[in-house]
């Protein structure tokens, strides 16, 4: 053969590979005409089968009359499109009449048919003729003939193709490709789609040729993208009919496919618009393949790993779908933003909006509580939420007034913890779907991008449940009045308004529904929850006094109306939390604890569905705030064995400790083993607490601290003290780490907490276990204590194993030996209490230990010489004290000398609960237990703002610790405690003043905060001056109130203190400080005496000091009666008509001006106190006002006031309600 023939076979396969036709006839021409030796006839000698050259397999006239009908068909097909009015689509091909007789069906096919059954030297070149002869039916529209005639596929074994896949030339792999297609689209046009897959499926090697990198010509890009873009939309329609399961590996081949196409094809951004005419758009491809993902994702099936790009065992499978998911999502919203305009006034973006929805619900599942941190890759959920955010922003500028994106903005910036800027998207939310439903009722006609009626409703429960729950006192007014729009827009609902009666007309109702469809009885339940969370929230802002109550019964009609059956919410656990909670606080304890019941004993169902959204054990963690709230109302009931036992429930629900806390090693074992399993181990030890948010943690702490409460109760606050280090540990391995970044001032030195032989038992034991508690405490050497990872002394208390073997850092206690220890002689007052306390107390128990404690066995424990003093240490194992998380022996039990059900078990408080009761709340059933599942979004703080939370979570665990030390008479302990967290107010307030976008924020509260920095100051100096008041220091005492109040004007804790105080001047059981220093006591007295410099009597009413004389005194004995010659010697002295004062020296009594000041100045105080949210319930304060009547001269008001102290003491639990559920009414 000449080279001129060899040059035009070539071109001639490369015009048939880039699609030029129109020079295919010539070519085919020009070859006949080069090499007449190459006759096209049947009985020509064949070439050598082994050289598959492009002359050899030209000689065939198979092979010249496939080129030709081939060129024919490419010719009819232009034709049609080019035809007007007969559109052509890529699975449906048409042709006019004229071209299809041009074809020459009849004609062409015997000849081709008897051309390739004669062909048995060239596998190549039999199946493109047997491609051509179905390309040829199917063109025509003689689909079951095409299916018969193709081939069955590129790689099987009667198709019998020589040469390997890498070497079968470009046009052999378009017609495998193109055998596929046709193949699938006859069997798709007879409804069998799964046919149609698998034909699509066998297709798939074929790409090999695309896959390879080698450059590829038109026709196979042609053929290849068309290929991929049906394969994936009959791929998407089975999936969306049901046809076809996301289970199977393969399941999402085609759509993984169609992205490595792009990423071989284009280097560049992927192209948009259509891969040919009459196709769907390329991005609709791409929303097909995120949807498909998003399926898998919402049903959290396997995922599947057939085609899948790269797949390595160092990433999870979680990991790989959240990469997969991002980057179709990437290409998905490019091609939107490029090919989508900014509406007019009659467009909609649907398809925007769609995308839009996907994406945040495709959000909520990977941010919620089952899904972890280090499964969302690099940068986490904060991460993934300001990826969401930059969507929906850019998602906002081809839309406008979109109600979706404005409520998603609402809730995903709520979720990056930007309260402000969520409810800045929420009010402009509102006011746009305001207005557009009233445009609506004008009109009459339905807006299709404007949220429907439970959409609203919904979305503005939501922000109410928000604001109660992490608003401050400023924003409550506005929970209020949204609670209130939110009933009225209730109230307007159609549905609503027929079932009272007013049934209209047919008509009227068809154009109702359209206008307003029906709304889901569950949005219709949390609408009546969240409307009754406002009125809860406002009884407790609120300043009138006179209508809390009926805001309180209010709040108590909307909870039980959103229990109701017909809503299908009878079982939602907020709902009943919040009704607990409220009749608890109105003192309805019966009602209160049948409510509580009744929640605790439902049935739980299949939790399964839920797991993706809440986590794991969703339903035992949410009953745990249940569990506590029936604790302190059986406290309030007296029944406190049975009310620790709720305490031990609230844990003893999740079976095993380990489930709770992880599996931990038994035996203690040094730090450099510990580290090296941490590094060779394949997974960590990990319990529920590792992936709790800090609320559910927080519910954890308080339900140990209302048991150590309950044991000061019983056992007195000597057995608290020794167990508060308990308290420390839980919270170590709670919450970690929360030490400030720098410390700038040197560490105190506190008193450690004693150390106990509870300490050897586990954490699981300590939190629902009270064992041998009668241990006298240890005082230890002055030290500081910190949370810090890792971080050991040989002087300080040794860590745990728990704390030891897991990422939660242990709280150190590290000594500091430069300085004296004070002394540990133990008080010659260890049984008295303060007599402020006694004085200011109407409790119908003694909760300072005057019940005296059953005395139990204690082992001997070695005694220790630090700085010259014995100390007693308790017994540890290599020297090291821990805690077994997951041992469950060892359990305390209550020494109380009341043996009162002492030895009931948890049947027996399942036997409590499950007992019937009459009481109001008992038309509430008792079924399944549902999940709230319009839960408010997973809160994910800035790590500054979460180091702060936890910071204050540790201030009041300081400070409980430090009351069990001052009610134990053990002054300088408490001192320490009390130290120990004014260091902690100390780094919040100079974190907050180093924020400058958040300078005067610690003025006040801000969201989500329960206590400002100025609160927290304000615990401080209270916590000081009761202590002051424990050591006989009362002018001490005054002014740490005065200061707490600088701080916190409506402090209760410091205004019931100083009140007392200021009464005491009034009564003169307060006399005025002496002038001449007392005299230094011998060496052998309790403590050495400060020198003081001499005070004078102040110039200005006492009342109205900022500051007060610092001298201790002892506290007078009560006035007597005085002669007469005393009572002139008083008038004189302190009569305000004088003209002048006695001498200092002389002065035994104060003004009278000062001491009415003084009393009231307390009255005044007392007065506000008992009005405000946070003083209404509390008898200390009611007590104190009492008293404040009696020394105004006002019996009747006294006696009044006393027996509403005795109704609320009746119903005071042993903490304050507002321990739960974070200081509100909201899970």
């Given at each position: 053969?000449?080279?001129k023939?060899?040059?035009?076979?070539?071109?001639?396969?490369?015009?048939?590979?880039?699609?030029?036709?129109?020079?295919?006839?010539?070519?085919?021409?020009?070859?006949?005409?080069?090499?007449?030796?190459?006759?096209?006839?049947?009985?020509?000698?064949?070439?050598?089968?082994?050289?598959?050259?492009?002359?050899?397999?030209?000689?065939?006239?198979?092979?010249?009359?496939?080129?030709?009908?081939?060129?024919?068909?490419?010719?009819?097909?232009?034709?049609?499109?080019?035809?007007?009015?007969?559109?052509?689509?890529?699975?449906?091909?048409?042709?006019?009449?004229?071209?299809?007789?041009?074809?020459?069906?009849?004609?062409?096919?015997?000849?081709?048919?008897?051309?390739?059954?004669?062909?048995?030297?060239?596998?190549?070149?039999?199946?493109?003729?047997?491609?051509?002869?179905?390309?040829?039916?199917?063109?025509?529209?003689e689909?079951?003939?095409?299916?018969?005639?193709?081939?069955?596929?590129f790689?099987?074994?009667?198709?019998?193709?020589?040469?390997?896949?890498?070497?079968?030339?470009?046009?052999?792999?378009?017609?495998?490709?193109?055998?596929?297609?046709?193949?699938?689209?006859?069997?798709?046009?007879?409804?069998?789609a799964?046919?149609?897959?698998?034909?699509f499926?066998?297709?798939l090697p074929?790409?090999?040729?695309?896959?390879?990198?080698?450059?590829?010509?038109?026709?196979?890009?042609?053929?290849?993208?068309?290929?991929?873009?049906?394969?994936?939309?009959?791929?998407?329609?089975?999936?969306?009919?049901?046809?076809s399961?996301?289970?199977?590996?393969?399941?999402?081949?085609?759509?993984?496919?169609?992205?490595?196409?792009?990423?071989?094809?284009?280097?560049?951004?992927?192209?948009?618009?259509?891969?040919?005419?009459?196709?769907?758009?390329?991005?609709?491809?791409?929303?097909?393949?995120?949807?498909?993902?998003?399926?898998?994702?919402?049903?959290?099936?396997?995922?599947?790993?057939?085609?899948?790009?790269?797949?390595?065992?160092?990433?999870?499978?979680?990991?790989?779908?959240?990469?997969?998911?991002?980057?179709?999502e990437?290409?998905?919203?490019?091609?939107?933003?490029?090919?989508?305009?900014?509406?007019?006034?009659?467009?909609?973006?649907?398809?925007?909006?769609?995308?839009?929805?996907?994406?945040?619900?495709?959000?909520?599942?990977?941010?919620?509580?089952?899904?972890?941190?280090?499964?969302?890759?690099?940068?986490?959920?904060?991460?993934?939420s300001?990826?969401?955010?930059?969507?929906?922003?850019?998602?906002?500028?081809?839309?406008?007034?979109?109600?979706?994106?404005?409520?998603?903005?609402?809730?995903?910036?709520?979720?990056?913890?930007?309260?402000?800027?969520?409810?800045?998207?929420?009010?402009?939310?509102?006011?746009?779907?305001?207005?557009?439903?009233?445009?609506?009722?004008?009109?009459?006609?339905?807006?299709?991008?404007?949220?429907?009626?439970?959409?609203?409703?919904?979305?503005?429960?939501?922000?109410?449940?928000?604001?109660?729950?992490?608003?401050?006192?400023?924003?409550?007014?506005?929970?209020?009045?949204?609670?209130?729009?939110?009933?009225?827009?209730?109230?307007?609902?159609?549905?609503l308004?027929?079932?009272?009666?007013?049934?209209?007309?047919?008509?009227?109702?068809?154009?109702?529904?359209?206008?307003?469809?029906?709304?889901?009885?569950?949005?219709?339940?949390?609408?009546?929850?969240?409307?009754?969370?406002?009125?809860?929230?406002?009884?407790?802002?609120?300043?009138?006094?006179?209508?809390?109550?009926?805001?309180?019964?209010?709040?108590?009609?909307?909870?039980?109306?959103?229990?109701?059956?017909?809503?299908?919410?009878?079982?939602?656990?907020?709902?009943?939390?919040?009704?607990?909670?409220?009749?608890?606080?109105?003192?309805?304890?019966?009602?209160?604890?049948?409510?509580?019941k009744?929640?605790?004993?439902?049935?739980?169902?299949?939790?399964?569905?839920?797991?993706?959204?809440?986590?794991?054990?969703?339903?035992?963690?949410?009953?745990?705030?249940?569990?506590?709230?029936?604790?302190?109302?059986?406290?309030?009931?007296?029944?406190?064995?049975?009310?620790?036992?709720?305490?031990?429930?609230?844990?003893e629900?999740?079976?095993?400790?380990?489930?709770?806390?992880?599996?931990?090693?038994?035996?203690?074992?040094?730090?450099?083993?510990?580290?090296?399993?941490?590094?060779?181990?394949?997974?960590?030890?990990?319990?529920?607490?590792?992936?709790?948010?800090?609320?559910?943690?927080?519910?954890?702490?308080e339900?140990?601290?209302?048991?150590?409460?309950?044991?000061?109760?019983?056992?007195?606050?000597?057995?608290?003290?020794?167990?508060?280090?308990?308290?420390?540990?839980?919270?170590?391995?709670?919450?970690?780490?929360?030490?400030?970044?720098?410390?700038?001032?040197?560490?105190?030195?506190?008193?450690?907490?004693?150390?106990?032989?509870?300490?050897?038992?586990?954490?699981?034991?300590?939190?629902?276990?009270?064992?041998d508690?009668?241990?006298?405490?240890?005082?230890?050497?002055?030290?500081?204590?910190?949370?810090?990872?890792?971080?050991?002394?040989?002087?300080?208390?040794?860590?745990?194993?728990?704390?030891?073997?897991?990422?939660?850092?242990?709280?150190?206690?590290?000594g500091?030996?430069?300085?004296?220890?004070?002394?540990?002689?133990?008080?010659?007052?260890?049984?008295?209490?303060?007599?402020?306390?006694?004085?200011?107390?109407?409790?119908?128990?003694?909760r300072?230990?005057?019940r005296?404690?059953?005395?139990?066995?204690?082992?001997?424990?070695?005694?220790?010489?630090?700085?010259?003093?014995?100390?007693?240490?308790?017994?540890?194992?290599?020297?090291?004290?821990?805690?077994?998380?997951?041992?469950?022996?060892?359990k305390?039990?209550?020494?109380?000398?009341?043996?009162?059900s002492?030895?009931?078990?948890?049947?027996?408080?399942?036997?409590?609960?499950?007992?019937?009761?009459?009481?109001?709340g008992?038309?509430?059933?008792?079924?399944?237990?549902?999940?709230?599942?319009?839960?408010?979004?997973?809160?994910?703080?800035?790590?500054?703002?979460?180091?702060?939370?936890?910071?204050?979570?540790?201030?009041?665990?300081?400070l409980?610790?430090?009351?069990?030390?001052?009610?134990?008479?053990?002054?300088?302990?408490?001192?320490?405690?009390?130290?120990?967290?004014?260091?902690?107010?100390?780094?919040?307030?100079?974190d907050?003043?180093?924020?400058?976008?958040?300078?005067?924020?610690?003025?006040?509260?801000?969201?989500?905060?329960?206590?400002?920095?100025?609160?927290?100051?304000?615990?401080?100096?209270?916590?000081?001056?009761?202590?002051?008041?424990?050591?006989?220091?009362?002018?001490?005492?005054?002014?740490?109130?005065?200061?707490?109040?600088?701080?916190?004007?409506?402090?209760?804790?410091?205004?019931?203190?100083?009140?007392?105080?200021?009464?005491?001047?009034?009564?003169?059981?307060?006399?005025?400080?002496?002038?001449?220093?007392?005299?230094?006591?011998?060496?052998?007295?309790?403590?050495?005496?400060?020198?003081?410099?001499?005070?004078?009597?102040?110039?200005?009413?006492?009342?109205?000091?900022?500051?007060?004389?610092?001298?201790?005194?002892?506290?007078?004995?009560?006035?007597?009666?005085?002669?007469?010659?005393?009572?002139?010697?008083?008038?004189t002295?302190?009569?305000?008509?004088?003209?002048?004062?006695?001498?200092?020296?002389?002065?035994?009594?104060?003004?009278?001006?000062?001491?009415?000041?003084?009393?009231?100045?307390?009255?005044?105080?007392?007065?506000?106190?008992t009005?405000?949210?946070?003083?209404?319930?509390?008898?200390?304060?009611?007590?104190?006002?009492?008293?404040?009547?009696?020394?105004?001269?006002?019996?009747?008001?006294?006696?009044?006031?006393?027996?509403?102290?005795?109704?609320?003491?009746?119903?005071?639990?042993?903490?304050?309600?507002?321990?739960?559920?974070?200081?509100?009414?909201?899970?």
């Open positions: 053969m000449s080279a023939a060899e040059t035009y076979l070539e071109q001639l396969d490369k015009a048939r590979c880039e699609g030029n036709w129109g020079a295919v006839p010539e070519l085919v021409r020009k070859v006949r005409k080069h090499a007449p030796e190459r006759a096209c006839k049947a009985n020509s000698p064949r070439p050598n089968p082994k050289a598959p050259s492009i002359a050899n397999r030209f000689l065939t006239p198979g092979l010249a009359l496939a080129a030709e009908i081939e060129y024919a068909i490419s010719d009819a097909t232009a034709a049609s499109r080019a035809s007007p009015g007969r559109p052509s689509t890529a699975d449906r091909p048409t042709t006019s009449s004229s071209s299809t007789q041009n074809l020459d069906v009849s004609t062409k096919i015997p000849k081709l048919l008897e051309a390739i059954d004669k062909e048995d030297h060239y596998a190549e070149d039999r199946f493109q003729a047997q491609v051509c002869v179905g390309w040829l039916h199917w063109t025509v529209g689909y079951s003939l095409a299916l018969v005639r193709l081939p069955k596929g790689d099987h074994p009667d198709t019998q193709l020589g040469p390997a896949a890498d070497a079968i030339s470009e046009w052999t792999t378009l017609c495998a490709l193109k055998s596929a297609y046709i193949s699938a689209n006859c069997l798709a046009r007879t409804d069998s799964k046919g149609a897959l698998q034909a499926q066998s297709g074929a790409l090999a040729r695309v896959w390879s990198g080698r450059g590829i010509r038109k026709q196979l890009s042609y053929w290849s993208e068309l290929f991929l873009t049906e394969f994936c939309m009959l791929a998407s329609q089975a999936i969306e009919s049901g046809e399961s996301l289970d199977d590996h393969n399941s999402v081949a085609c759509f993984r496919s169609w992205a490595k196409y792009w990423e071989v094809t284009s280097a560049a951004q992927v192209p948009g618009g259509f891969g040919s005419r009459g196709s769907v758009p390329r991005r609709r491809v791409w929303r097909e393949y995120y949807a498909a993902l998003s399926r898998i994702l919402e049903e959290d099936l396997p995922f599947p790993t057939g085609y899948l790009s790269k797949i390595t065992n160092e990433t999870s499978a979680r990991a790989q779908m959240r990469a997969e998911l991002k980057q179709v990437a290409r998905y919203l490019g091609l939107l933003l490029n090919e989508t305009t900014f509406p007019r006034a009659d467009e909609e973006r649907a398809e925007v909006e769609a995308f839009v929805k996907l994406v945040v619900k495709n959000w909520s599942i990977l941010c919620g509580r089952g899904w972890r941190e280090q499964d969302l890759g690099q940068g986490g959920r904060e991460g993934l300001r990826g969401v955010l930059d969507i929906l922003y850019k998602a906002a500028t081809k839309t406008f007034h979109s109600t979706a994106i404005l409520r998603s903005l609402f809730t995903v910036h709520l979720s990056a913890g930007e309260f402000d800027l969520a409810f800045k998207n929420f009010d402009a939310y509102l006011d746009i779907a305001k207005k557009g439903k009233a445009r609506v009722e004008k009109t009459g006609h339905p807006e299709p991008s404007l949220d429907d009626d439970g959409t609203v409703l919904k979305t503005m429960a939501q922000a109410v449940t928000a604001l109660c729950h992490y608003g401050h006192r400023e924003v409550a007014k506005r929970a209020r009045q949204l609670g209130a729009e939110l009933e009225d827009w209730l109230a307007r609902l159609p549905q308004k027929s079932g009272e009666g007013q049934v209209p007309a047919t008509a009227e109702r068809e154009d109702k529904s359209l206008l307003h469809p029906p709304v889901a009885p569950r949005i219709v339940a949390l609408s009546w929850q969240a409307i009754g969370l406002s009125h809860a929230h406002w009884s407790r802002v609120t300043h009138e006094a006179a209508s809390r109550t009926e805001i309180q019964s209010r709040a108590i009609r909307c909870l039980r109306r959103s229990l109701a059956a017909e809503f299908g919410r009878s079982k939602d656990i907020r709902s009943y939390f919040a009704l607990g909670l409220l009749l608890a606080e109105r003192r309805e304890l019966a009602a209160a604890i049948e409510v509580v009744t929640a605790l004993t439902s049935t739980r169902g299949h939790d399964e569905q839920y797991h993706l959204r809440f986590g794991q054990y969703w339903q035992e963690r949410a009953l745990i705030p249940m569990w506590h709230l029936l604790a302190l109302l059986l406290s309030a009931r007296q029944d406190y064995v049975m009310a620790a036992r709720a305490c031990e429930g609230a844990l629900q999740f079976k095993d400790p380990s489930v709770l806390f992880g599996k931990e090693g038994s035996a203690f074992r040094s730090e450099h083993l510990n580290d090296a399993e941490e590094k060779t181990a394949s997974e960590p030890r990990r319990g529920l607490v590792d992936d709790m948010d800090d609320g559910e943690k927080e519910a954890i702490l339900v140990k601290m209302t048991q150590l409460a309950l044991i000061e109760l019983l056992e007195g606050p000597d057995v608290a003290v020794n167990a508060s280090y308990e308290l420390l540990a839980l919270f170590s391995r709670l919450f970690g780490n929360v030490a400030p970044q720098q410390l700038t001032l040197n560490p105190p030195k506190v008193n450690e907490p004693p150390k106990t032989s509870g300490t050897l038992r586990t954490i699981r034991g300590s939190i629902v276990g009270h064992r508690r009668s241990r006298p405490p240890t005082r230890e050497q002055s030290s500081t204590t910190t949370v810090s990872e890792k971080s050991r002394s040989a002087s300080a208390r040794p860590a745990t194993s728990k704390t030891v073997g897991s990422a939660a850092p242990a709280i150190q206690v590290t500091d030996g430069n300085e004296v220890p004070p002394s540990r002689r133990p008080s010659t007052a260890q049984t008295r209490r303060s007599g402020s306390r006694q004085r200011n107390s109407l409790r119908k128990r003694d300072s230990g005057s005296q404690r059953t005395p139990s066995t204690s082992f001997s424990q070695p005694e220790t010489v630090v700085d010259g003093e014995p100390s007693h240490r308790p017994a540890s194992v290599n020297g090291t004290e821990q805690f077994d998380f997951a041992n469950f022996s060892g305390r039990q209550l020494s109380s000398a009341s043996s009162l002492r030895e009931r078990t948890l049947p027996a408080l399942n036997s409590y609960l499950s007992t019937a009761s009459t009481d109001t008992g038309e509430l059933s008792a079924e399944i237990l549902h999940a709230s599942t319009d839960l408010l979004p997973l809160i994910q703080f800035s790590k500054d703002k979460e180091r702060a939370r936890r910071t204050t979570i540790l201030i009041r665990v300081w409980m610790i430090a009351g069990f030390y001052r009610r134990a008479d053990m002054h300088d302990d408490c001192k320490g405690a009390v130290t120990e967290a004014q260091k902690l107010v100390q780094a919040l307030e100079a907050s003043n180093r924020e400058s976008s958040a300078s005067g924020a610690g003025k006040n509260s801000g969201w989500a905060e329960r206590k400002s920095i100025e609160d927290l100051w304000g615990d401080v100096y209270a916590e000081f001056g009761l202590l002051s008041i424990a050591r006989n220091e009362p002018y001490t005492a005054r002014a740490d109130f005065e200061s707490a109040l600088i701080r916190s004007p409506d402090h209760p804790s410091a205004i019931i203190g100083l009140s007392g105080i200021l009464l005491d001047i009034y009564s003169e059981k307060l006399r005025p400080s002496p002038l001449i220093p007392q005299a230094v006591p011998s060496a052998n007295d309790q403590e050495p005496m400060r020198s003081k410099p001499p005070k004078t009597i102040p110039s200005i009413p006492l009342g109205l000091a900022h500051t007060a004389p610092t001298a201790p005194t002892a506290p007078t004995a009560p006035p007597t009666t005085t002669s007469d010659e005393d009572d002139q010697e008083q008038t002295t302190i009569s305000p008509t004088d003209g002048h004062l006695p001498e200092p020296y002389k002065a035994t009594h104060l003004p009278l001006a000062d001491r009415l000041a003084a009393r009231d100045r307390a009255y005044t105080l007392l007065s506000g106190l009005r405000l949210g946070t003083g209404w319930n509390s008898s200390d304060a009611w007590f104190a006002l009492a008293r404040a009547y009696e020394e105004s001269g006002q019996p009747d008001k006294a006696k009044e006031v006393l027996w509403w102290c005795v109704e609320l003491e009746e119903a005071r639990g042993v903490r304050e309600w507002q321990c739960l559920g974070g200081g509100g009414y909201v899970l």
